[in-house]
């Protein structure tokens, strides 16, 4: 499972707030080829991954992704897109 955390550090402050949570998980495949379902969070004071899972604002999924071709940032991409398919 992978767990995206996105943090806005201030650069006036220094404080590092978490504003965002997406969780992509392996839900099946070959070692070759795998698939994942990709859940963003709602937005909120406090970020969980029991929360993000049980009550996403998204879900999405990539399907068929060749595990071992390409780093794992086109993984991301792919499901980000999968989550939000108006921005594709």
């Avoid at 049980?54 to 068929?64: A, N, Q, T």
Wanted: with cysteine; aromatic share 8%.
């Amino acid at each position: 499972m992978l767990v995206l955390k996105l943090e806005l550090h201030s650069a006036r402050t220094g404080e590092i707030k978490e504003i965002g949570r997406t969780i992509i998980a392996n839900v099946g495949g070959t070692q070759e080829r795998g698939d994942y379902i990709c859940k963003v969070a709602k937005k909120r004071e406090t970020f969980d991954n029991k929360n993000t899972w049980s009550k996403p604002l998204r879900i999405g999924e990539v399907k068929d992704y060749p595990r071992l071709s390409y780093n794992v940032w086109r993984l991301v991409i792919r499901a980000l897109k999968s989550a939000f398919p108006e921005e594709s």
